[in-house]
């Protein structure tokens, strides 16, 4: 039923500021982080959840299980992972308010809003 698994590529946080264009389209802002819209491989739409550092750095097992059982969820209903990004130790900037030391994110197909 579900569809066929697929290679979930991992990113360097340089390649995420490159794929949504210095995470200038914000789509939206929970608990764990941000999640930005942008272009993929061959001009695929993606949405990458950005997470928040202070969570990164309390949770870094909860984030690598989580990844693990996402790479491997195949359903037609579940937006699927395509890659993500886990780098720790170097200095850069995702947001216009600091600059963080851990890059952990979530790489989804991008799926548009439901019209009512």
């Not at 819209?37 to 993606?46: A, D, E, M, S």
């Not at 170097?90 to 197909?109: D, M």
């Amino acid at each position: 039923m579900g569809r066929k698994r697929h290679q979930v590529d991992t990113y360097r946080v340089e390649e995420l500021r490159q794929f949504t264009e210095n995470y200038q389209d914000k789509l939206g802002e929970g608990v764990f982080g941000v999640v930005y819209k942008g272009t993929w491989k061959y001009g695929k739409l993606i949405a990458v959840k950005v997470l928040k550092e202070r969570w990164v750095e309390n949770q870094q097992n909860e984030f690598k299980r989580e990844l693990k059982i996402l790479k491997t969820i195949t359903h037609p209903n579940i937006i699927e992972l395509v890659g993500f990004c886990y780098q720790v130790g170097n200095k850069y900037n995702t947001t216009t308010s600091g600059v963080h030391q851990i890059g952990a994110a979530l790489c989804f197909e991008y799926a548009p809003p439901r019209k009512p």
